[in-house]
């Protein structure tokens, strides 16, 4: 009996929930909102190309300061990266940094794909943009992909070939735009206050308009999947498709849901699959994992010119502070290594290749900035963490990432999810760790979608 009272509330709570949101009226971002100095002006629109260059001189100071850090302060023993970051191994992070790292090879290693520029609302927005060769008659879809923090476009490197290189296996092929967010890797950050997740869907749906696609495909992780579920929910019309392996939803609704489940077996039953169920329960356990790893994301949210300083000053600071996170990010285990696990996953080099964006650019502190411009008031007031969007959406969730969302608590937010796929065994960092899953999962959705399209272009004919 309790179990069916539950189920009763839960059922109401969530159609209340919906029926509030639908009667809400939303204020969509300014779509010409200037983010450049100054007041607004004409602006050059071409599109430029781009190359990354490691300046000498940057290189020549990098080094200095690797050379010339204070003693690290002594690990407390067998405390893994309980701590944070272990100091035991970061004199061989700092030396190989500034000793064996290739910056000519690394260099060329960026500049593998083709690189752009050009000006968005004020600001240069970098992205890569990778055509493939396809034979005549073949349909060739745009998706724009996004990253997140503390990724730059590095991040889709390894299957940037899985994804433009045409197979004979499909009837279609894929063109890819990877952008930098704002603030990011090699796109202009802004000196005024205001420019979010939201704010930036805004952006990056101007970067499509001006390289010609008016509907398009597109993914992201991490902050780039929150940017996606705004374009998605401001622009349902251009998107075809939103495919993403971060399944994130700060609607109020999506958390009651899963407090919901919390109150017995018959409501948890509702909202997650029970082999899933320990992705999200007991609800006491999740919550103190939240509050162990995300120290860093409350800090970012406050007072990321505070952090800013400090990373911006020290290469090996800004190391220690980022491979912490990806450590975490990877695998809930490596909390508990002195070395992280960081190696068991990825290369030196491409860690550093990373880390050099960041270095080079002199932006930790702007890329941090995007919690503290979402994760406020404004946002919650404009009720943009409650949008909703009929776009087929399609999820690839990993055992390790930093949340699972089940489909019951998405829904609220994802009217049409085509697909929630859970799988073992891999992290946050989905597209640069197992490469082969992540394209697999992206060109599968690619069918899901155009499926789903076709049989809702029947359903309208009716
Ligand atoms: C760095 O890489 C470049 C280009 O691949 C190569 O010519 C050079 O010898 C390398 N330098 C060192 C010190 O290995």
Known sequence: MRGVTQVLVLCTVMVAIQAAMIESNIPLPDENAWWGPGEAKEVDTSIRSFKVRFQKKMIKDLRYRLKNHRPFTTPLIDSGFNYGFNSATLEDWASYWSNSYNFTERESYLNLYPHFKTNIQGLDIHFIRVRP????????????MLHGWPSTPLEFYKVIPLLSEYSEERDFALELIIPSLPGFG????????GLGATEMSVIFRNLMHRLGFEKFYIHGGDWGAYICYSLASLFPDEVIGYFTNYGISLSPASWITWFLGSLGEGAQNLVVQKELAGR?????????????KTGYLHIQATKPDTIGVG?????????????QFVSMAVRNANIDKEDGGLLDHYSRDELLDNLMIYWSQNNFNTAC???????NMRNVNNGWFSLNTPVPVSLIQADNELLYMSTPMLQHIYTNIVQNKAIEGAGHFLASEVPEVFSKALLESIDLFRDWHRKNACKEEL
């Open 369 to 375: 900035r995007i919690y503290a411009e979402t994760l």
């Open 186 to 193: 090699f796109s202009d950050a802004t000196s005024k206050q």
């Open 311 to 323: 990373m911006g000053d020290s290469p090996i600071g800004l190391l220690a502070y980022i491979l």
């Open 280 to 292: 999200l329960y007991p609800a006491t356990t999740l919550l103190k994992e939240l509050m162990i």
């Open 133 to 144: 060769v396809v034979p005549e008659g073949v349909p060739v879809f745009p998706i724009l």
